[in-house]
């Protein structure tokens, strides 16, 4: 099951997962390209269901139409721009509510049903913004350092399950959510990246490694994988 699949990192998840061989779930709000990615998609047998995940009966509706998940990965999310001494409660909380509350709960609602699998995989979408400062960023790393903080005891309660619970925190890629905040500094920022600025794709063979048999003793790690920038 992979949330925030209409765009960016989410669609390539699919994508590339389906073309592994995966039978996905894949959710997002926007209808149009819900269907524009699954008509990416290889194999047969998915489930496109839309949901705005910060609409509780939306999220309990998606829940209940969705049968045992073998992985979850949560894409879906905001980005959250401002200065910190100009920041409002109301414009934290909206960032919070998408990027930390709402996959929290998604899970949360999975697990009380028994919806995942034993040996599952779950994976949150950090960021390399959740362990290192940039000005502006602070509401985004904020949110995004909640959920590494929310997985490190997530994965404790699940290894007994052999449930696997882990945080990705790509650098940036190039995807609508990046355009949105500044891409017209891609030349700025490529300087800092040893290894170039990420594509979706680098994400997603990322996320195959997390939900597969490969990872079966992996849990608990945030990964980084951010083109080398955090130690430059
Ligand atoms: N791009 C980067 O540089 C970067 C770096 C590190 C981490 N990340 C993280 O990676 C994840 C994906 O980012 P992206 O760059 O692929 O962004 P994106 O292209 O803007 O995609 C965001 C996705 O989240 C979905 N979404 C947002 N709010 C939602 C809500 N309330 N309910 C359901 N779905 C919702 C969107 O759905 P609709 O469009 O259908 O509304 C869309 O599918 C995010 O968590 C982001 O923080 C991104």
Not at 2 to 12: D, N, W
């Amino acid at each position: 099951m992979i949330t925030g699949a209409s765009s960016g990192i989410g669609r390539s998840c699919a994508i590339e997962c389906s073309k592994a061989g995966a039978t996905v779930i894949f959710t997002g709000r926007n209808e149009e390209r819900l269907n524009e990615v699954e008509n990416q998609l290889s194999g047969e047998g998915h489930i496109k269901l839309a949901a705005d995940l910060n609409d509780k009966d939306q999220m309990a509706n998606l829940v209940n139409q969705v049968g045992k998940v073998d992985g979850v990965v949560h894409c879906a999310g905001v980005s959250g721009v401002n200065p910190m001494h100009l920041l409002g409660k109301g414009m934290l909380v909206s960032v919070f509510e998408t990027n930390y509350f709402s996959p929290i709960m998604l899970t949360q609602q999975l697990l009380i049903k028994k919806m995942i699998a034993n040996k599952g995989s779950i994976v949150f979408m950090s960021s390399i913004a959740a362990k290192t400062g940039k000005v502006g960023l602070g509401p985004y790393s904020g949110s995004k350092s909640a959920l590494i903080g929310s997985m490190h005891p997530l994965a404790l309660e699940l290894a007994r399950h052999g449930i696997r619970v882990n945080a990705l925190c790509p650098g940036i890629v190039d995807t609508p959510l990046f355009d949105s905040v500044g891409s017209s500094l891609d030349e700025v920022f490529a300087k800092n990246y040893p290894l170039g600025l990420g594509v979706p794709e680098d994400v997603a063979f990322a996320v195959i490694y997390f939900l597969s048999d490969a990872s079966l003793k992996v849990t608990g790690t945030s990964f980084s994988l951010d083109g080398g920038v955090h130690f430059v």
